[in-house]
């Protein structure tokens, strides 16, 4: 079992573009949670994915958009990208059912210059 | 106040010490997460507990769901052992609420 991984493992992007990152959740899980971890802060939680469906969404603008596929696999998606969008950026996953028993992947961190 | 409150913020230690770190929330809760992240690194999963006392190797995670305490304690501490330790819990719904973390240096 892979456990969950993620895609890239680092990112370099410049001011207005736009970033996807990807998230295959561990075998058998049908939630994603994204976060967001800026240098030197805890995670802050961005939305959840369930059945193809946004569940539940963080404090975060609409610039930030995501996607489930059938197979579960995750996509996050940042648009008109702005500095302070530079972070590690985490997928975690759950058991059905157990939303909070949350299986981490060991996360993105984007760079945007 | 925070809902989810670490003790200490950081903690340095010589090789072989019994380490305590100390969390408590004021929400209700249904599970407690202990986790472990390296420098510039993603996050591992310690545990997770609704309630007693697990071990997994030289690590014991405890909870005291009626006092909204957990504890993580690290027996016969090695450098390889320092990281910073999040406690985070899940409540009623799908988030998960971050303590800021605990620093931990064990020097050899």
């Known amino acids: 079992d892979a456990g969950v991984t993620q895609s890239p493992t680092h990112l370099i992007k410049t001011r207005g573009q736009q970033v996807t990152l990807r998230c295959s959740p561990k075998s058998g899980h049908d939630t994603v949670s994204w976060y967001q971890q800026a240098l030197g802060q805890g995670p802050q939680f961005i939305f959840q994915?369930?059945?193809?469906?946004?569940?539940q969404r963080g404090n975060f603008p609409d610039r930030f958009s995501g996607h489930q596929f059938p197979n579960y696999s995750s996509e996050l998606n940042v648009n008109a990208l702005l500095l302070g969008d530079s972070a590690l950026y985490l997928c975690a996953s759950s058991l059905p059912g157990e939303s909070n028993e949350q299986y981490f992947g060991p996360g993105t961190r984007l760079t945007v210059t | 106040k925070n809902e989810v409150e670490q003790s200490p913020q950081n903690l340095t230690a010589q090789e072989g010490e019994f380490i305590t770190i100390n969390c408590s929330y004021s929400v209700g809760i249904s599970a407690l997460h202990w986790l472990q992240q390296h420098p510039g690194g993603g996050i591992v999963s310690l545990f997770m507990?609704?309630?007693?006392?697990k071990k997994h190797g030289r690590l014991i995670a405890t909870i005291n769901i009626q006092e909204k305490h957990s504890s993580l304690h690290i027996t016969a501490s090695h450098p390889r052992d320092s990281a910073v330790y999040i406690c985070?819990?899940?409540?009623?719904?799908?988030?998960?609420?971050w303590g800021a973390g605990t620093k931990l240096i064990i020097k050899p």
């Open positions: 507990l609704s309630s007693g006392k």
């Open positions: 994915y369930y059945e193809e469906e946004e569940r």
């Open positions: 985070a819990v899940g409540g009623s719904n799908y988030q998960l609420i």
